[in-house]
């Protein structure tokens, strides 16, 4: 049986994975399309751990999935930029791979931590699957 994560541990995560990201941003080449994507990259993935900080501080329930919903997007959109910078060889596969899967496995908790919020106390709707998947780098 594996222990529940904290919200302490996911806010330490996601600021870490910010934190190496944005490390990870200053080693690319000073090229126009690795400029863009990592703009874009720091852009996503600083919002993830803001998000998840806002959403730790929610007033009600239907506060929390909102700002989670925001987390779900902005990790999914951090797993693309990873993917695409692999993808056109702007930086080194075993750099990306802890990336990739930090930001996968903190998208599957945030997907996880809404359908809990969704089914509330006693809810008896079944709750509908997040439509963003879990990305796999490549």
Not at 22 to 47: H, K, W, Y
Request: charged residues 25%; proline residues 4%; positive net charge.
């Amino acid at each position: 049986m594996t222990t529940p994560v904290t919200r302490d541990v996911l806010q330490r995560r996601m600021r870490t994975l910010a934190v190496e990201t944005i490390g990870l941003t200053n080693e690319l080449p000073r090229t126009m399309a690795a400029d863009v994507i990592g703009r874009q990259l720091v852009r996503s993935v600083t919002s993830v751990a803001a998000n998840y900080r806002a959403a730790c501080r929610a007033r009600s329930r239907k506060e929390f999935i909102a700002k989670m919903g925001i987390v779900e997007e902005e990790a999914d959109e951090t797993a693309l930029w990873l993917e695409l910078l692999e993808q056109c060889s702007l930086a080194r596969t075993a750099r990306l791979a802890p990336l990739c899967r930090e930001a996968g496995e903190l998208l599957a908790i945030t997907v996880a931590s809404i359908r809990t919020a969704r089914m509330g106390h006693g809810a008896r709707r079944s709750n509908p699957q997040s439509a963003i998947r879990n990305p796999q780098c490549s």
